[in-house]
């Protein structure tokens, strides 16, 4: 089975300020790896994704990150955020072969101030 | 382009009733999956079906049942409804060959009073 372990609840920082959400996963197997935004009231937004290749990964709005085999990690980072970015943010992973189900992280909730 | 269509958006039932969500999926996307997101909870997933078929399963209570019907969209019957059960309830969509990414409705937010 996977599971995925999202090491912040919570994290508050001040805008323009840089930003690292931790996620570490389990698996036996190899996995693709996701984090998906969900803002207030809203349903979930793929933010990015990781399937192969280069192990560091981009969004169209900052955001990044960085597959780490041996570690089995997955953090986000955006070196500069916006009030915009208030969000919670959820770490997931599927196996590549077979049920494609998501499993999810608990979710960190990144709030941003003025 | 279209996404993934979830009906009611809101929904309020008493104890013990019945509820019925739908969801639409991606025109063309064969698979279906549903979510259960409670209050400050990650997404649990509860089911999934390809061509129809179920192809998972969660942790689905068994009061409730879901189908995936002919034209792909597919329903998520609720009943003896508890407290418990207030939640978003999301449906998901992708299309299974050579797929990577399950497309989210917006939810069906139901509350049990």
């Known amino acids: 089975a996977q599971s995925v372990t999202q090491l912040d609840s919570q994290v508050p920082v001040f805008e323009e300020a840089p930003v690292e959400l931790r996620c570490n996963y389990s698996s036996s197997v190899s996995v693709y790896l996701f984090w998906y935004v969900q803002y207030p009231n809203q349903g979930l937004q793929l933010l990015l994704k990781y399937l192969s290749g280069s192990t560091l990964v981009e969004s169209i709005n900052g955001f990044e990150a960085e597959f780490n085999k041996s570690q089995t990690s997955f953090h986000l980072r955006k070196p500069s955020v916006h009030i915009s970015d208030t969000a919670e943010y959820f770490c997931a992973v599927r196996i590549i072969q077979g049920a494609q189900k998501l499993v999810f992280g608990q979710g960190t909730r990144l709030t941003i101030n003025p | 382009a279209a996404g993934v269509i979830q009906s009611p958006r809101h929904l309020i039932k008493e104890k013990r009733e019945t509820a019925t969500l739908k969801c639409y999926p991606i025109?063309?996307?064969?698979?279906v999956y549903w979510y259960q997101q409670g209050p400050g909870q990650d997404p649990q997933f509860l089911i999934s079906?390809?061509?129809?078929?179920?192809?998972d399963k969660g942790s689905i209570p068994d009061r409730f049942s879901a189908q995936q019907f002919s034209d792909y969209h597919s329903e998520l019957n609720m009943s003896s409804l508890e407290l418990g059960d207030s939640a978003l309830y999301f449906c998901a969509s992708s299309f299974s060959s050579g797929s990577t990414e399950a497309f989210f409705g917006q939810g069906t937010r139901l509350t049990v009073v």
């Open positions: 079906f390809y061509e129809k078929m179920q192809s």
């Open positions: 025109p063309r996307h064969d698979t």
